[in-house]
């Protein structure tokens, strides 16, 4: 990384306990940084939103800044950017205001790839309006998903596509923007899965033909909640269920009761973080500008680092590696034969490594894989973690293994 990693880890009091922490696909370490907006926030004068007292303003202008920051993040619109409980709330409310719009017969495509908070809602939204519901699959020797998988499944009656932009258990990177040109082809709209893809690359939402993209700030250090983005125009269209005094003005129509100013202000400073890690990334410039750099530092640090973890992994002969997809996260799903995850899990975490053993709610690509619902161990790269880290990793495998 074309950054100093030993500031950075020095911006995570939680990496100071000595753990090696490859959980971050679940959700990473937070920054000091981070902790102190949050706190700041709470402990500052705030109210509802409203321009008459300073509390007031106050609350409007951390939900303004939170807005900005996504949209910065993103490359979206700021006016598009709908924040709610968690991604899985995100794309309940969507999809639940979408399918009102659906006839019976009409069809809507997910992938057996997905996490389930962007397969169940659409099945559930599909069923609720008489549409049909089409899988795609993917290889569950390589672990790829491609753009013709999706595109065998579409038909003149296809809504809607919901595909990931990264596997949460196998990395799989699908050509989102292949398949957007598909779905787009026949009219369709196109929802991301961007949990998993985001901590890791610079994301453009309108590069991917996204027609809706969602994440989870807690998983690129911020707090616990979820976004979804649109385009705003795209959401004026949409009718969701909310109480009768509240806005209908877009976005707030999707944000239900008050919002989480503390969470916000977070959130904000999580995306500051983001945009400060490239070195070269002064405050001066743009901060969409600040955070690409970033993230290709990010980027470039991540494959470094998880290369060292796949050459090490490949030498200890009991380790099992699931899915190989060419275009992934550095994360991997493995197995050591013998040995139930779990107990993996649990040999590792008193050497001091932070790796969970699950399905983590990838539940139908556990079962394609041939997991069943134990699922395996997963392990991620964060921006924080080091070869040191790795190496511990390794050699706590290779004795579980030996």
């Known amino acids: 990384m074309n950054a100093d990693l030993s500031a950075i880890r020095d911006d995570f009091p939680a990496l100071a306990e000595g753990v090696a922490h490859f959980d971050g696909p679940g959700g990473t370490q937070v920054p000091r940084q981070v902790a102190e907006a949050v ?22 202008r951390v939900v303004a800044e939170a807005r900005r920051a996504v949209a910065d993040l993103l490359g979206c619109d700021a006016r598009g950017v709908v924040f709610a409980r968690s991604a899985t709330q995100a794309t309940y409310d969507v999809a639940r205001a979408l399918a009102k719009g659906w006839r019976a017969g009409d069809e809507v495509v997910v992938t057996r790839l997905d996490h389930d908070s962007n397969i169940r809602p659409w099945i559930q939204a599909a069923e609720s309006a008489g ?6 699959d993917f290889d569950p020797s390589t672990g790829e998903l491609t753009a013709d998988d999706i595109r065998a499944r579409i ?7 919901a595909v990931t932009g990264a596997s949460n258990v196998l990395g799989t990177r699908p050509d989102v923007p292949a398949i957007a040109d598909a779905v787009h082809a026949a ?78 202000a977070g959130t904000t400073a999580a995306v500051d973080y983001i945009a400060s890690i490239a070195p070269s990334a002064s405050p001066a410039r743009d901060r969409r500008d600040r955070v690409l750099e970033s993230m290709r530092a990010v980027e470039a640090h991540e494959e470094r680092l998880f290369a060292r973890l796949l050459d090490g992994l490949s030498r200890i002969g009991r ?37 969970p053993a699950s399905h983590f709610y990838a539940l139908e690509a556990s079962r394609r894989l041939g997991l069943g619902d134990a699922g395996a161990v997963r392990a991620g790269l964060a921006p924080y973690t080091n070869a040191e ?3 511990r990793l390794l ?8």
Request: aromatic content about 6%.
């Open 319 to 355: 380790v099992r590696l699931h899915g190989a997809p060419e275009r992934r996260t550095p994360t991997v799903f493995l197995s050591v034969d013998g040995v139930a995850g779990r107990e993996v899990h649990e040999r590792l975490a008193r050497l001091g490594v932070n790796a």
């Open 155 to 161: 038909t003149g009656r296809t809504r809607l596509v």
């Open 39 to 60: 706190a700041a926030a709470m402990c500052s004068g705030i109210s509802n939103r409203g321009t008459v007292t300073a509390a007031e303003r106050r609350a409007e």
């Open 131 to 136: 549409a049909v519901v089409r899988w795609a």
């Open 187 to 264: 009219g369709a709209l196109l929802y991301v899965d961007g949990v998993h893809l985001t901590p890791h690359t610079p994301v453009d939402v309108a590069a991917l033909g996204a027609d809706f993209y969602t994440c989870s700030p807690y998983k690129f250090f911020g707090p616990h909640h979820g976004v979804v983005v649109a385009a705003p125009a795209l959401l004026a269209g949409l009718r969701p269920d909310k109480l009768l005094p509240s806005t209908d003005d877009v976005p707030e129509r999707f944000e239900l009761g008050t919002l989480p100013y503390e969470l916000l």
């Open 395 to 402: 050699a706590g495998l290779e004795e579980i293994a030996g």
């Open 389 to 391: 880290d790795v190496d």
